[in-house]
C-alpha cells in the first residue's frame, strides 16, 4: 500500500503563487509515476502534471508554462509549483501515484482557490 498526503493549498489572488506538495508513504517502491489532478466543480477530474521516476514530465496545456512539477526522492515528495494563477485554475487538486502494476493511489485532495 502506498499513502499520499497532500499539503500546500489554500486561497491566493489572481496572478499569485502557491507550492503543493505530495508526502509518499508506504510501499513506494511500487511507485512508477505520480502526478497532480484536479477537478472543479460539476467538472471531470482532469490531469494537471504527471513526472516519471526518470523525471520526465507532462503537462496540460491549461498550465504550460505557469505550473511546475518536480520530484525529491530522498524526501519521497512530489511538489507543483504553480505561478501566475487564474480563477479557473480553482479546484480540488489530487496527488495521484501510478503503481507499476497499473494501481492508482490517491491522496485526500487539497483546495485551491484563486479569487480577488
Known amino acids: 500500500q502506498v499513502q499520499l498526503v497532500e499539503s500546500g493549498g489554500g486561497l491566493v489572488q489572481p496572478g499569485g503563487s502557491l507550492r503543493l506538495s505530495c508526502a509518499a508513504s508506504?510501499?513506494?517502491?511500487?511507485?512508477?509515476?505520480m502526478g497532480w489532478y484536479r477537478q472543479a466543480p460539476g467538472k471531470q477530474r482532469e490531469l494537471v502534471a504527471s513526472?516519471?521516476?526518470?523525471?520526465?514530465?507532462n503537462y496540460a496545456d491549461s498550465v504550460k508554462g505557469r505550473f511546475t512539477i518536480s520530484r525529491d526522492n530522498g524526501k519521497n515528495t512530489v511538489y507543483l509549483q504553480m505561478n501566475s494563477l487564474k480563477p479557473e485554475d480553482t479546484a480540488v487538486y489530487y496527488c495521484n501515484g501510478l503503481s507499476i502494476t497499473g494501481k492508482d493511489y490517491w491522496g485526500q485532495g487539497t483546495q485551491v482557490t484563486v479569487s480577488s
Open positions: 513526472i516519471t521516476k526518470g523525471g520526465s514530465t
Open positions: 508506504g510501499s513506494i517502491f511500487s511507485i512508477n509515476a
